[in-house]
T-cell receptor, first 113, second 115 residues
Framework: AQSVTQLDSHVSVSEGTPVLLRCNYS??????LFWYVQHPNKGLQLLLK??????LVKGINGFEAEFKKSETSFHLTKPSAHMSDAAEYFC???????????FGSGTRLLVRP | DAGITQSPRHKVTETGTPVTLRCHQT?????MYWYRQDPGHGLRLIHY???????DKGEVSDGYSVSRSKTEDFLLTLESATSSQTSVYFC??????????????FGPGTRLTVL
């Protein structure tokens, strides 16, 4: 069965330092993968999505993710954290032709001044 | 903005009472979904719809029913609310394109508290 595992429940970084949020996936074929962000008391916003056209995917707000089949990973990165990046981030995969989504448990990013 | 609204946005109810949450979309998308969000679990699919009167169960469907009599509205009903159904409920629509991976967009959420 398809699934995603987010390896860290909480990540804390200083403003201006790099961000790395880790996600591993489990799939028997080439998966559809997404990162969503949820700011406090807000809905979910799509950051980026893997379409199989390119392994390095660029998203909004300077985030990017790299699909690595050999490592079954889809880690989210940003070169320099901003205070406004503090939020919860979800790694997500899509299941079958009904587009059902399977969410990871989330990583809460804290950005220190 | 995918034109999704949810009502009510907040609700407090008592155990054993029926509750209906409404999701409304303005763009005539075929696929609609109901998820619940609980700490440590991310979002989990309750039910989804792939057209008017066409619905199916998700991962956590026990205690919930849905209806879709019009393209634009997808209703989630808790027949007899329990404290374990205290959660934040999100509706979503799927935008289907002919090329590239399709994208799901979420409503603002409904916070439900069952006392």
């Amino acid at each position: 069965a398809q699934s995603v595992t987010q390896l860290d429940s909480h990540v804390s970084v200083s403003e201006g330092t790099p961000v790395l949020l880790r996600c591993n996936y489990s799939s028997s074929y080439s998966p559809s993968l997404f990162w969503y962000v949820q700011h406090p008391n807000k809905g979910l916003q799509l950051l980026l999505k893997y379409t199989s056209a390119a392994t390095l995917v660029k998203g909004i707000n300077g985030f990017e993710a790299e699909f690595k089949k050999s490592e079954t990973s889809f880690h989210l990165t940003k070169p320099s954290a901003h205070m406004s990046d503090a939020a919860e981030y979800f790694c997500v995969t899509s299941v079958d032709s009904s587009y059902k989504l399977i969410f990871g448990s989330g990583t809460r990013l804290l950005v220190r001044p | 903005d995918a034109g999704i609204t949810q009502s009510p946005r907040h609700k407090v109810t008592e155990t054993g009472t029926p509750v209906t949450l409404r999701c409304h979309q303005t763009e005539n998308h075929r696929y609609m979904y109901w998820y619940r969000q609980d700490p440590g679990h991310g979002l989990r699919l309750i039910h989804y719809s792939y057209g008017v009167k066409d619905t199916d169960k998700g991962e956590v469907s026990d205690g919930y029913s849905v209806s879709r009599s019009k393209t634009e509205d997808f209703l989630l009903t808790l027949e007899s609310a329990t404290s374990s159904q205290t959660s934040v409920y999100f509706c979503a629509i799927q935008k289907v394109k002919t090329s590239s991976t399709d994208t799901q967009y979420f409503g603002p959420g409904t916070r439900l508290t069952v006392l």
